[in-house]
Nanobody, 120 residues
Framework: QLQLVESGGGLVQPGGSLRLSCANS????????IGWFRQAPGKEREGVSC????????NYADSVKGRFTISRDNAKNTVYLQMKSLKPEDTAVYYC?????????????WGQGTQVTVSS
């Protein structure tokens, strides 16, 4: 059973960086595509980035392209989201989720989320 736990959120000034981690204490993450999502207050949840099982394929929302990088270390059962040049509009609760189908669907296991606040 997957038990996804996000960490690494916090308060950062505009232009700063954070690295989020998504770790699994249950089964290996090797079998799963992992996505990062975020939800800001009063807004719908949106997909941020996704990474294939091997890590060889990634995709990003237009709003974060060039600033965020997703990666995974299957030996550590962990997926990362490196966030740079952060903007106030990146403020949200960030979630990771796992899918056995692919980046477009099937995210049935979710973490509890980690808050990212970008503010001066």
């Amino acid at each position: 059973q997957l038990q996804l736990v996000e960490s690494g959120g916090g308060l950062v000034q505009p232009g700063g960086s954070l690295r989020l981690s998504c770790a699994n204490s249950g089964f290996t993450l090797d079998y799963y595509v992992i996505g990062w999502f975020r939800q800001a207050p009063g807004k719908e949840r949106e997909g941020v980035s996704c990474i294939s099982r091997s890590g060889g394929s990634t995709n990003y929302a237009d709003s974060v392209k060039g600033r965020f990088t997703i990666s995974r270390d299957n030996a550590k059962n962990t997926v990362y989201l490196q966030m740079k040049s952060l903007k106030p509009e990146d403020t949200a609760v960030y979630y990771c989720a796992a899918s056995v189908i692919g980046c477009s669907a099937g995210f049935g296991s979710w973490g509890q989320g980690t808050q990212v606040t970008v503010s001066s």
